[in-house]
């Protein structure tokens, strides 16, 4: 197997060389057949048959195992597929967290290996989040038993925008001590690979579209709904980035110019409304104990109507915000995110009506096909750590 | 020369052939040099030569006249541009205003050789809209000498969203008599022609890409202010359509949800707010007689603060949606459309100020690179009766 060959084509997005596209959809899909492979590049399918042949030579591509026992389907030869060699190369997906980072291992045929957490004290520096990260690596790999320099890429989830032209954190995030600070020069150095940055939210978008509720959705929405909102725009199968890297930002469209002063700048951004932060205020007041959006979802669900009440006003203005989204980009999914997905129809039923009361196409306006439809993520919380893994193997990368 | 191949070429959007991607790219771009089309299409330089003396040979494309003058540039050959052969077809563009109906006829090399204006009473319906059309279209091609089988198709912008997966008018459009029509069933047995139909702020967009203020930009976001509140969005060279062709509408993102009622159904909608309709009624109360948009920039300009103040307030308004548009897109270029647009800085500079101050991304972010800019249209009045002829070229068609 040529590792360096494989890392050449994985590197190089704008190969238009046969084997470059195969090598980049596979990194993109997963396993595939040579005959849908020929259907998403164009290529005609014997010089897929005849690319095929030689990646598999070179050991870059493999016959997808799970799809030996697959019963033939359709005339001609049974319908297999193929992967990218597991052995060819791993990709890292790192979220840093406010409170905690978080490291996941995968091989380039999309199966996770390891999975590490670290919490650490808010307000860590980026060499700090550089020195943690390099020894969750390390680790992980000593328990692998894999060399480090399998590592393909390290794909980097952070809770602000990215610029995509010099790969600089932006003043909008929020993580204020950070901004401006160059993500690849502070952490390729220590960490001795190729680094790719985006921000949560995109990475959770990769990570629905790659293994979650966008699968076969070349056109959604991803939205966080948490302490923070946020959010993520897909069109035609590519992450919108925005000039500056900050499309998406659902929780700074400032909906109310007279209302409070967000941490943002501005006023009235619709954080201020959608976000659980003030909710869980009102419910540690009520309980007199620390409360989680956990807590108060599992109490809601038991019947306390002061929770349910929370939740619904969160999803009111979520569904607000979401309204004026729908206006913009009149979407035909929206994934939902973040700890209040977790309350499913307790909060998906008042969201998708209040965004139906604020957007400009109604339900009854046209027909199934063309309504827009809402889902919940499919990730506990992990979706963007293994949406960073995703960046690294789709080459959403912002700093490439 | 061979108008069925031509024909059969355009009309299949999905042709992977080499053949097809180079006609294809030829008529969304217009003139081209053999490697530029070859690093457009990803073809091999080879592969494009080979084919394009098949194309030249059959009559579908031809050496382009204006490049021939053209000094040899770098080493090799000269870098002569082809075009498809303006004689292989022409495609008709229609605007439905409100009270005119505008036809454009164009070669396929994107040379307008006519244009008509006809004056109609507002509330018109599809079937005399197809009378007129037919009268206007037959009425060029005398003029020009040409018989009406040359016509490839005819596009339709429209003062509505148009389903794109049933070709229907939505309920959402300014023309309420219109909801539901099926643009395709009425108009193509009458015209006796393909029809693809759009709406005003899409082919505007499709406009300034193609020949306006957007060429060689792929990304960018277009807005129409004047009596009505429009726009569309263009990522990576594709119009964001969404699930129900009613991407794009900024002017109903509901602002203020206590506001009055839009014509739309919802409350506190962007057009109410940054429409010149509510300037117009005060500049005819000020005046005393009947004010266009033109009359009040014209004031403006010669020193009259309240037409000047009327200016400001709508770019203010305006300011504060297109805010919210960028933090949901960030994106790097408005291009401003609509009669508001003719004030040029008397109205961009107040829009502009507005807009750094509602959005997320503020100028003093970022560098110049990655900053959001500003554009008036180049079109004075026909650029969405341009860009039905480019939804025919481009097969960015709803109905296709």
Chains 1, 2 share one sequence.
């Not at 020894?135 to 390290?154: F, K, N, P």
């Not at 959770?204 to 993520?232: C, R, Y």
């Not at 439809?373 to 893994?389: E, H, P, R």
Request: charged share 20%; aromatic share 4%; with cysteine.
């Amino acid at each position: 197997m040529d590792t360096a060959e494989l890392k050449t084509l994985l590197t190089n997005a704008h190969a238009t060389t046969p084997s470059g596209k195969i090598v980049r959809v596979l990194s993109q899909r997963g396993a595939l057949s040579g005959a849908r492979i020929a259907g998403i590049t164009g290529l005609a399918k014997s010089t897929v048959s005849t690319t095929l042949a030689e990646l598999r030579k070179s050991g870059i591509i493999v016959d997808d195992a799970a799809s030996k026992s697959e019963a033939p389907t359709g005339v001609g030869r049974p319908g297999n597929t193929v992967t990218l060699n597991p052995l060819a190369g791993t990709c890292v997906g790192v979220l840093l967290g406010v409170q905690h980072i978080q490291v996941v291992i995968a091989d380039v045929s999309h199966a996770v290996l390891a999975e590490k957490l670290f919490y650490i004290d808010p307000d860590y520096s980026p060499a700090r989040a550089a020195e943690v990260i390099k020894a969750l690596i390390a680790e992980a790999c000593d328990e692998l038993g894999i060399s480090q320099r399998t590592i393909l890429g390290v794909g980097m989830a952070l809770a602000a925008p990215v610029n995509p032209l010099d790969g600089r954190i932006l003043r909008a995030g929020g993580i204020p001590t950070w901004t401006g600070v160059d993500i690849r020069a502070e952490f390729e150095p220590v960490l001795g690979a190729r680094v790719f940055a985006d921000n949560e939210s995109n990475c959770s978008a990769i990570a629905e579209m790659m293994w979650g509720a966008a699968i076969g959705h070349e056109d959604f929405v991803f939205v966080t709904l948490d302490i923070g909102v946020g959010g993520a725009i897909v069109h035609r199968g590519h992450l919108v980035t925005g000039i500056a890297g900050a499309a998406g930002e659902f929780g700074h469209m400032s909906i109310n110019p007279d209302g409070a002063l967000c941490r943002c700048g501005n006023r009235g951004c619709l954080e201020l409304y959608a976000s659980f932060r003030q909710a869980l205020v009102f419910a540690e007041q009520r309980f007199g104990r620390p409360m989680t959006t956990e807590d108060v979802i599992g109490l809601a669900f038991d019947g306390d109507e002061g929770c349910k009440r929370l939740l619904l006003d969160c999803a009111e203005a979520a569904g607000r915000g979401l309204g004026i989204v729908g206006s913009v980009l009149n979407p035909g999914l929206f994934v939902i995110g973040g700890a209040l997905a977790r309350a499913g129809d307790l909060f998906l039923t008042p969201l998708e009506a209040s965004y139906n009361k604020h957007t400009l196409v109604k339900r009854t306006d046209v027909g199934n096909a063309s309504q827009t439809k809402f889902v919940t993520s499919k990730f506990a919380d992990n979706g963007a750590c293994l949406g960073a893994v995703g960046v690294v193997l789709q080459h959403h990368a912002r700093l490439a």
